[in-house]
Every structure is written in C-alpha cells, then in structure tokens.
C-alpha cells in the first residue's frame, strides 16, 4: 500500500507527496504528458529530442548537473511513446535544489541554436548506434509502421527518420515547449523524508508562479480493425534470422489489458515459461524467444520475437510459435501455472514498492490515468483473472488476421 497526499496548485499543476521518514533521501518526479504519439507525423523525435535539450540548461542555470552535483543528488530522465518523465534523487536535507533546478527548466529553457545544434548531434548520434548499426536495431522501425497504419504509435520514439531530427528548427522546439512544458501538462510527485506541509510550501515558492500555460488537448486517429494478415520480409547484417510476430492489444486501461500481460509472463518470463522450455529446451528449434507487451496507454502490440536456430526454417519456427499460442486458445492454463505467474507478478510489485524513485513513477503515472490510488489495486486486478479470462482474451487476439509476421533474414556471406 502506497501513502500519499495530493494538492493542486493555482497554475494546474498536479502534486503527490509520498512521506517516508525510514530514508534520509528524498525524490523528485515530474512526468510530462507527453509522449512520441502526440508529434507531428512530419516532426517525429522531437519528445525525445526535448528530453535530451531540457539537461542544456535553463535561464537562469546554465549548467543544469553542477548545482545538483554539488548537492549529492542524480538525475535522469526517459521519453516513451505516451508521457516524458524526469527524475531527481538526493538527500532530504537538499530537496529544495531539485524544486528550483526542476521549476527553473519549467519555466524557461535556454533555446540556443548552440543547445539545439549540440543535443540533435547527440540524438542523430544516438539513432546511428541504436537504430541503424546495431543487430535487430531497425525492427521497430520496420515492425511499428506493420502493424500501425493510423495511429501514431507506428513511429518508434526516437522518430521515424534521422532528417526529422536534422531539420528540427528553433522556432519548432519552442513551439513544441510552450505546448506540451507547462504546468496544466505535468504531475509532480515528492516522495521520502519530507512532510507534505513543507512540499506544499517548496511547491508553492517555485513552481506557483510559473504561468498555467494552455492545456494540451489530446485528439490521436484512432487505430482501424485489423483484419488481414500482414508480412513482410527483410535483410541485413545480423547473425541468425529473426522472426517478430505481433498482434493489436487493448491499452494500458482497456478491458482485457490484465489477461494479456499475465500471457506475456506464462509463455516468457523465465526458463520454466512454455515458449522457452518448449521451443529452446526441448524442440530445439529457438536459440531465444520472447513475448511481451508494450504497456501502451492506447491499443498497444503484443509481440512474440525469436531467433530461430541455423537449421530450423522460418516456416517451421513460425508453425512451432502459433502452436503454442493455439493452446492457449484451445486449453484452460493449469490453476498451479497460472497462480505461480501471479506470485511473481505480485513480487515484482511489492519489491518495486521498496524503491522510493520507482514508488514516486508509479504514482504519477497512476495519477495521469484519473487517480494516483489505482496503483493499490494493480496486484488485486492481476490476482481477480481466472483461466477462463486467459482463454477469451487468447482466443480474442491470437488470430492470424490480426497479426505482423517481420522475417528478419541473415545475410548470406
């Protein structure tokens, strides 16, 4: 169970404070609500090229580690397809230098041509090792566009292509900040060893004079039925073929969302899970294989990728996958496998309950979905799916019209 306190300030801003008084430190969160998904589909990378140009110093800090280096304190920060979060941790004592580095950048970033010139070299740079240089780097960029047709999740975060980034002008990142940088857009979360009268005060100080800015209104094209089969088929540089099977999902707080994750963990999550010991153990047919979900908040993919040994056949690899997933169509999931897959989801949790930083990225996500409280009942809605659940919902989305097959074929030397 997870405590908090919740204000809100005249300017919109949304805050938690979690007190924990068994920690001398103290974390401070500011997700921003927005992700990949809300750029323009001519403009991609630019959430992710703003996370990277926020650490290049507001007005009145030029240098935005120093001050907190000086302190004891660490920061960082992530771009998804849905929210940008970023983080401070330090010592309680020196809180209030997170509010002021925090509220400062809020405020006013420091655009400079140098700034912008500097971090797009480092995205571009960044794109080029993971993307594009790197083995099995290029799938999202290839699968994304597969499987969406509309929706703008069919670019990956980091945007569909490097002329994106290099053509991102000063005047498009400002006006990228003014929309989606202010206080109606962003949820701040306060945990460890600090009272909530004294973050209400800190919160008030130095973000209660920051202008609300206009709230962002979300209106994302919605993602059409699939109802063909999708395949495609490329090559490169990679050492064993690769196979990614993807299927459409409900999103993060769509019915069903439950089932699926739980699926996720019965067919990949350890050496005991069906695909491994099936398909690398005991058939021998996979050197690795996984299946997971991307948490998306909207109607995300849920993915099945392996790398087929040398002399196993696509199709082969491809029949032993849609076997595998046809049972848990066809046959109830045993009580005891599916009450284990529970237990480690449920220890997951309580152990990510321990950490102050993943505490305060629960709550503020759990915030941005209506109410920071649902984070409680995460565990009861795993452990409340039956088998019969599992089954409808693998019935539901393990159909060959609503699947993208990407082969990934090794070149031959």
């Known amino acids: 169970m997870v405590k908090f306190n919740r204000f809100v300030l005249d300017n919109g801003l949304r805050v938690l404070v979690h007190e924990d008084y068994t920690t001398p430190m103290a974390v401070l969160n500011i997700l921003y609500d927005v992700g990949a998904r809300d750029e323009d589909p001519d403009k991609t990378g630019f959430a992710h090229l703003f996370e990277h140009l926020m650490f290049g110093g507001s ?55 140098m ?15 993971r993307y594009l240089n790197q083995p099995y780097g290029d799938v999202w960029l290839k699968l994304r566009p597969l499987v969406y047709q509309k929706h703008p999740y069919r670019w990956a975060t980091i945007g569909k292509e490097i002329k994106h980034i290099e053509d991102a002008r000063i005047e498009d990142v400002k006006a990228f900040f003014k929309k989606h940088y202010n206080p109606q857009n962003a949820i701040m979360v306060i945990g460890g060893n600090i009272s909530t009268d004294r973050a209400k005060l800190l919160a008030e100080k ?24 999708r395949r495609e088929t490329m090559t490169g540089k990679v050492p064993l073929n690769g196979l990614y099977v993807a299927f459409h999902m409900p999103g993060r707080l769509e019915e069903g969302y439950y089932e699926i994750d739980l699926i996720s963990d019965i067919l990949s999550r350890g050496n005991s899970s069906r695909l491994h010991r099936t398909l690398v153990k005991d058939k021998q047919l996979f050197s690795e294989i996984h299946a997971y979900n991307m948490g998306s908040f909207d109607p995300g993919m849920f993915v099945v990728e392996g790398k087929p040994l040398e002399n196993v056949s696509i199709e082969m690899a491809e029949a032993a996958i849609w076997e595998e997933l046809d049972k848990l169509k066809n046959e109830l999931v045993p009580v ?42 995460e565990i009861e809605k795993y452990n409340s799916v039956t088998a019969a659940d599992i089954q409808a919902q693998a019935q539901k989305i393990f159909r060959q019209e609503n699947s993208s097959t990407l082969v990934y074929l090794a070149e031959k030397v």
């Open 115 to 129: 700034s912008l010139e500097v971090q797009r070299n480092v995205v571009i740079e960044e794109f080029k090792q």
């Open 206 to 229: 130095w973000f209660g004079p920051i202008p609300a800015g206009e709230k962002y209104v979300r209106s994302l094209p919605l993602e059409p039925k699939q109802n063909v089969v």
């Open 336 to 377: 005891n496998e599916l009450t284990k897959v529970k237990n480690k989801t449920e220890s997951t949790m309580v152990f990510s309950e321990m950490s102050l930083l993943d505490k305060a990225m629960n709550l503020a996500q759990f915030e941005l979905f209506g109410d920071a409280d649902m984070l409680n009942m």
């Open 59 to 113: 007005v009145n800090i030029p240098l935005y580690d120093a001050p907190l280096q000086r302190v004891g304190g660490e920061n960082n920060a992530f771009t998804s397809n849905d929210i940008t979060n970023y983080y401070i941790t330090l010592p309680a004592a020196n809180i209030e230098t997170a509010f002021w580095l925090e509220s400062d950048r809020m405020l006013s970033l420091a655009f400079s041509e």
